[in-house]
């Protein structure tokens, strides 16, 4: 314990200096023993003495006193413990190992160093002291291992710089009065930044140990890159020291990222030349991640990362976007339908802003795959159903792998525009150059409207149809049925967008709903109205204008047979025929051939009296029956059950032939023409589909698919159905190739007039034009129902030349004829 002391000073003493400027030069001291004190709020003041007592006195207790002594001497004698104590330090292996000296004392002699002005005497020793050590302590271990692996050597640097800071903790809190007081009030360096500079200075910018440095660090994540195993600290160990030296960003990240690239530009090159489109892909993208990572796992600077990703996108994307983007790699994965790898590589591309430079690619593709379908004659009863799953493969492409890039989307537009009307004049277009698309479109929207959901491809059916549901679930299953057909005829819809002149699809639907509407074969009424309200809504009121009139008809006469029969019920008339007639407008229906055929007297009095009935209300009015177009119910009774069949008017008549032959009874395909009044061509068509098909009432003699004119016929003793009512008549629906050419023809010969039309139109407004300004005119004023080939408008100026319509002029003009 230390002997306390103390001293009295006298107030005189106190506050009395020996110079007017008192402490330290100030300026101006104010004596408050002298100063007069004034009266407080006018009231008289206390004497600051009291009587008897004498002045007051302030005593100081614990005061120490300094001993005077020479300061040079005191600052050599304590250097000798300090020195003597950073020996230790420097020596000692463990820090917990005792100085000679308390840390107390080391400081307070630190301290008193300082007092004495001699701190920058001090800090010289000291800097002096570390240099040595650092040179000869430090630096001279490793000068040793040059000859060790750089990755070596980066280890021993980290053990040295981690050493060297442990060290200097200890240094820092015995010359911590000399930071404070000191150096931090003078322009000169820290203690922490001077043991920062001293290192970098000596060790890390040594010139034999600079680039080992650096180079071990860079090898680590060679290292790393390769899969090889290392411990990994070392390297977040060596930027925790770059950063702390500050020496990262003017020498780490340079050789870093120069490291980078040539690894970069070699794995890129070799990658490319031996890896498929997709596999690139896949591991650019593995990269790019991995080197993110690794600038995340182990606090790479902001720039480096930047640096980095730059090199990334600039070699593996942007010098290598002729690869990435060529056509036949492309095409590859859009065949194997890739939309996980043609995702990634959009995403690549899109680093760079790139992804739209797929378009060409893209584009290209889908024209050659939609020409193919299109133009496959051997398999043009699947073109829909091709081009509905390449619309859904294209769709989803756009929509995920390609995030709904605008342009992508425009390009898949195109393309299925371009290729949807393209025109080829070949055998299943009877040589004319009307789209084919078109036609297939209508066939398919008559299979949905017939058959309903059952009848929807399997790859496209997005629910399953059950066909034995419960009661309870009997509802709900009508319900998916209807959305399922609704989403289909949607899906329809989108391709017949695409195509540009709408007559053969308007001829062909208009025919097949034509069939449907009077045999009675249309699934859902309801599924009919919501197409031919899509296709209002598509193409105007003016291209359902006779198909709305159709379904009217097929209204009125509804009424009308119930007006009919109600009339013959009041009159107590009975008929032996249940009639049925449809009475149609003849501009709104297709036009249909009359075909001869001799009636049985029973429909035909049934006939003649409804004929009569009928002009009898409708003056002025005349009918024109088609048979071909008729249907009806037979009662049969064979030998295995009674049956009722649904068929044709002309398989009607040729079964009627059977009433009241033997089973046995052989009837001759000469007789059966006769009797029936049938062209040759359509008796052999009726008795195919009676003797030949799925269902054989009929048995032809001697067997065969073909029907030739030496052929007997005979009831089939065998026939039997599971069911009491059996529909045969489909050979009603199914069109004849005669039929589907006098189709294409007709959509011919209208697609000339409409021409023809539209060029007199321009002539009789322009008096005289060029024949480039024709043709161009022309185009544009047909493109609403589809582009015309310039030597089809050629044909048609020359035909409307012939009809004295216009004349060519001396100069290939052409003027208008009055």
């Known amino acids: 314990m230390r002997n306390s002391s103390s001293v009295t000073l006298s107030a005189d003493k106190m506050y009395s200096f ?44 614990n005061l120490r006193t300094t001993t005077r002594s020479d300061p040079t001497q005191y600052l050599n004698s304590t250097w000798e413990k300090l020195d003597t104590a950073l020996t230790v330090i420097f020596n000692r292996s463990n820090a917990s190992e005792p100085l000679k000296f308390s840390m107390e004392e080391l400081y307070r002699g630190v301290e008193n160093v300082c007092k004495q002005n001699n701190a920058e005497q001090l800090c010289m020793r000291l800097q002096e002291k570390c240099r040595s050590h650092m040179i000869n302590g430090l630096k001279a271990p490793l000068l040793n291992k040059l000859d060790e692996k750089k990755v070596y050597l980066l280890k021993e640097v980290i053990a040295t710089w981690k050493r060297w ?8 809190a015995i010359f911590f009065y000399l930071d404070r007081a000191y150096l931090l009030q003078s322009s000169k ?89 997709a596999e690139y892909v896949r591991m650019a993208q593995q990269l790019i991640q991995n ?25 593996l994307i942007q010098k290598r976007q002729e690869r990435l983007v060529n056509g036949d790699d492309v095409a590859d994965l859009l065949d194997d339908n890739a939309g996980e790898s043609i995702g990634q590589l959009y995403k690549l591309l899109e680093r760079r802003r790139l992804g739209t430079k797929l378009r060409p690619a893209f584009q290209k593709w889908i024209d050659d795959t939609g020409t193919a379908i299109v133009f496959d004659e051997k398999d043009q009863d699947n073109m829909v159903v091709k081009l509905l799953t390449l619309k859904k493969q294209l769709d989803t492409l756009w929509r995920v792998s390609f995030n709904r890039n605008t342009e992508l989307g425009h390009g898949l537009r195109e393309a299925f525009e371009a290729f949807m009307n393209k025109t080829k004049k070949s055998s299943g277009t009877w040589n004319t150059d009307n789209s084919k698309p078109g036609e297939m479109i209508a066939k398919y929207v008559d299979m949905l409207l017939r058959g309903g959901a059952k009848m929807i491809p399997t790859q496209l059916s997005s629910i ?4 034995r549901a419960d009661d309870d679930e009997a509802d709900d299953v009508a319900i998916d049925e209807d959305s399922e057909i609704n989403n289909q005829l949607d899906q329809v819809l989108d391709l017949f967008r695409f195509i540009h002149g709408k007559a053969v699809f308007e001829a062909f639907y208009k025919k097949d709903l034509a069939r449907r509407l009077l045999m009675g074969r249309s699934a859902s009424a309801d599924a009919e109205r919501s197409m031919l309200s899509r296709l209002k809504t598509e193409c105007g009121a003016g291209f359902t204008q006779n198909l709305e009139q159709m379904f009217k008809d097929v209204e009125l006469a509804r009424e009308e047979m119930k007006s009919y029969n109600d009339l013959a019920t009041e009159r107590g008339e009975k008929t032996i025929v249940d009639l049925n007639v449809n009475v149609l407008s003849q501009s709104a229906w297709p036009s249909y051939p009359d075909i001869p055929m001799n009636i049985p007297m029973s429909i035909k ?18 009918l024109a029956w088609k048979h071909a177009l008729a249907h009806c119910q037979i009662k049969a009774d064979f030998p295995k059950g009674k049956k009722e069949i649904v068929v044709s008017s002309f398989q009607a008549i040729v079964l009627l032939i059977f009433n009241g032959v033997g089973m046995d009874e052989h009837i001759s395909h000469e007789r059966l ?50 069911k009491y009512r059996i529909k045969i008549n489909q050979v009603q629906l199914k069109e004849t190739p005669q039929e589907n050419k006098e189709t294409h023809e007709r959509v011919q010969v209208e697609r000339s007039f409409e021409t023809q039309a539209a060029i007199v139109r321009i002539m009789k407004s322009r008096k005289q034009i060029t024949h480039n300004e024709l043709v161009a005119e022309v185009i544009t004023a047909t493109k609403s129902r589809g582009v015309l080939a310039v030597s089809d408008i050629k044909k048609n100026i020359d035909r409307l030349i012939d009809k004295d319509y216009m004349e060519r002029n001396d100069d290939g003009s052409y003027s208008y004829v009055a």
């Not at 061509?681 to 054989?696: D, F, G, I, M, V």
């Open 189 to 277: 360096p820290s203690l922490q930044d001077m043991a920062v500079a001293l290192f970098r200075s000596t060790i890390f910018e040594d010139s034999q140990l600079n680039a080992r440095i650096i180079g071990g660090a860079c090898d680590v994540v060679a290292a790393d890159r390769a899969g090889a195993s290392l411990d990994l600290s070392i390297f977040r160990d060596a930027i925790n020291m770059f950063h702390e030296l500050g020496t990262y960003t003017k020498e780490f990240e340079p050789r870093l990222l120069e490291a980078s690239q040539t690894y970069i530009v070699t794995w890129a090159e070799r990658v490319v030349a031996e890896e498929s489109l």
């Open 605 to 622: 009095v049934a006939i003649d009296k409804f004929e009569g009935h009928y002009k009898l209300k409708h003056s002025g009015r005349k």
């Open 165 to 172: 800071n442990e060290q200097f903790l200890t240094i820092r």
């Open 18 to 61: 020996s110079s007017r400027n008192g402490v330290n030069g100030a300026k101006e001291v104010v004596d408050l023993t002298t100063s007069p004190r004034k009266p407080i709020n006018g009231r008289p003041l206390r004497p600051s003495v009291n009587p008897g007592m004498g002045p007051k006195k302030l005593v100081v207790k």
């Open 464 to 467: 399953k149809v059950s066909t």
């Open 673 to 722: 023409k006769a009797e029936t009044g049938l062209p040759e061509a359509e008796l052999n068509r009726t008795l195919q589909s009676l003797a030949c098909a799925k269902l054989r009432p009929l048995s032809k003699h001697p067997k065969g698919r073909e029907i030739n004119p030496t052929d007997t016929f005979t009831l089939n003793a065998n026939f039997d159905h599971p």
């Open 291 to 315: 080197e993110l990572k690794r600038c995340e796992m182990f606090n790479l600077d902001t720039s480096t990362r930047r640096e980095l990703l730059t090199l990334l996108e600039t070699h």
